[in-house]
C-alpha cells in the first residue's frame, strides 16, 4: 500500500520522532512509505535517511517557515497515496483541503498536543473521516468539538529507543546515587518551564547537597535559562547536554526523570524513563496521568505549583527503599503499557481496518 506521512519539519520532538518510526514499521512491513516535509533539513532527517526511508520536501529551499507548503496537493496526487498520516500540528491544519482534493485517499488527522487548535486544525478535525491520538485527553478535546466517538482512536505512545534501553541494566537494579541526580528532556520552548525548574534547584540543594540536573534539549530559550543558571551560581549543578541520541545512557546514569512542562500530551521522555526503570515526577497537564501510575511509578502534581513539585521531588529522593518500589513499578508498567511493536502494529491495524472498510 502507498502511504505518505507528513510532518511540516523533521525538527527533534516526540511526533517527528514517533513519524520515522512509524514510517520505518510500515516500511518493513512492506508498504511503499513517503515522508513528506514542508522545510528541507532538520536534526532527523539523517535518522530518517539512515533507516531507509523516502523524504521527499516541498521547499526547495529552506525558508524557514514550517507552514509553506508549496505544491502540497499536486505532489500529493503524484505520489498517489492511498493513505496520508497527518503529524504535527501544520501538518493537520491541511486536512480539510486534502479531504476534499484527494478523492480516493484516506486522509488520517491526528492529535497528540495539549495545546489550543488552531481555526485551520479545528476545521480538518471536524471533517476527518478518522481521528488517531496518543492519549484519553485528546479524544475527550475531541468530542468536545462536537467530533462523534466511533471517528476517535487512541493508541498511546510507543516507548522508541525500546531496544536500546533494554540493552542497559534496569535502573533499579543498581543503588540510588548519594547525591541525586535528576533529568529533564525537553526542548527548550515557553510551554516546557524550564526557569521555574531551574529557579527550585536552590531549594532543592538545601535539602540534597551535591543534587545534579541534567538539561537534555536544545531550543530558542536555551542561552536564556543558561544566563540564569549563571546568574544564581549553579553552574556546577545544572548541565545542558544539548541534542543528544544517548539518551538511553543518560537515563542510566540519572535516578529521577522529572516533567515541570505546563504543555503536553503523552510526553515521549516519561514513557522511556519509565522503560529504563527510572521513576518519575511530572505536573498532571493533559494526558501526563495516562503515562504513569501516580504513586507507584512517579508522582503527579498540581500544575504550576512549584513548592509542592518539589515535595515530590523530594519524597522520591529521600527514601532509599521507596525509590527502588517506585523504580521498579516503573520499568514493569512502562514495558506492559508501551512496547513499540505492539503500540505501533495497533496504531497501523486500526488505519488499515478504516481503509479497507471506507
Known amino acids: 500500500m502507498r502511504i505518505v506521512i507528513y510532518q ?39 535518522q530518517a535517511f539512515e533507516s531507509g526511508l523516502a523524504v521527499k520536501n516541498l521547499q526547495a529551499f529552506d525558508f524557514h517557515l514550517n507552514w ?11 505520489l498517489r497515496p492511498e493513505i496520508v498520516l497527518l ?21 488520517v ?6 495545546r489550543p487548535f488552531t481555526r485551520a486544525y479545528q476545521k480538518s478535525l471536524k471533517s476527518a473521516p478518522l481521528i488517531c491520538c ?3 485527553f485528546a479524544a475527550r478535546r475531541l468530542e468536545q468539538l462536537g467530533i462523534a466517538r466511533n471517528r476517535i482512536a487512541v493508541h498511546p505512545n510507543p516507548c522508541l529507543r525500546a531496544s536500546d534501553i533494554d540493552a542497559l541494566a534496569p535502573r533499579h537494579t543498581r543503588p540510588r546515587s548519594a547525591n ?5 528532556v525537553a526542548a527548550f520552548v515557553p510551554g516546557k518551564n524550564h526557569a521555574s525548574l531551574i529557579r527550585l534547584m536552590p531549594i532543592l540543594l538545601t535539602r540534597f547537597k551535591g543534587l545534579t540536573l541534567t538539561l537534555v534539549g536544545e531550543g530558542p530559550l536555551q542561552g536564556r535559562m ?19 541520541r544517548d539518551i538511553p545512557e543518560l537515563l542510566a546514569q540519572a535516578d529521577l526523570a522529572i516533567s515541570p512542562s ?15 526503570g527510572l521513576p518519575v515526577v511530572a505536573f498532571e497537564v493533559a494526558g501526563v496521568g495516562e503515562c504513569l501510575l501516580h504513586g507507584q511509578s512517579g508522582l503527579l502534581v498540581p500544575p504550576g505549583d512549584m513548592q509542592e513539585f518539589g515535595k515530590a521531588v523530594s519524597s522520591v529522593l529521600m527514601d532509599e527503599a521507596s525509590w527502588r518500589s517506585m523504580a521498579e513499578s516503573a520499568h514493569r508498567f512502562a514495558h506492559l503499557t508501551f512496547e513499540p511493536n505492539l503500540r505501533f502494529d495497533a496504531f497501523i491495524e486500526c488505519v488499515m481496518k478504516y481503509r479497507t472498510a471506507s
Do not use: C, W
Request: glycine residues 10%; positive net charge; hydrophobic residues 35%.
Open 109 to 114: 488527522s491526528t492529535v497528540r498536543t495539549g
Open 68 to 78: 509553506f507548503a508549496p505544491d502540497l496537493v499536486r505532489q500529493l496526487q503524484n
Open 134 to 136: 496518543n492519549s484519553v
Open 262 to 276: 505546563l504543555e503536553e500530551s503523552l510526553p515521549n521522555a516519561l514513557v522511556e524513563a519509565q522503560y529504563a
Open 180 to 184: 541525586g541526580h535528576l533529568i529533564y
Open 87 to 107: 503529524m504535527g500540528r501544520n501538518a493537520n491544519g491541511t486536512g480539510s483541503l486534502l479531504q476534499r482534493k484527494l478523492r480516493n485517499t484516506l486522509v
Open 8 to 46: 511540516d519539519y523533521l525538527r527533534v520532538g516526540g511526533t517527528e520522532s514517533q513519524s520515522l518510526y512509524l514510517a520505518k514499521r510500515l516500511l518493513d512491513m512492506g508498504h511503499e512509505v513517503t515522508v513528506l516535509t514542508n522545510r528541507p533539513g532538520g536534526r532527523l532527517r539523517s
Open 226 to 244: 543558561q544566563k540564569l543558571v549563571r546568574s544564581l551560581g549553579l553552574d556546577a549543578n545544572i548541565v545542558f547536554a544539548g541534542y543528544r
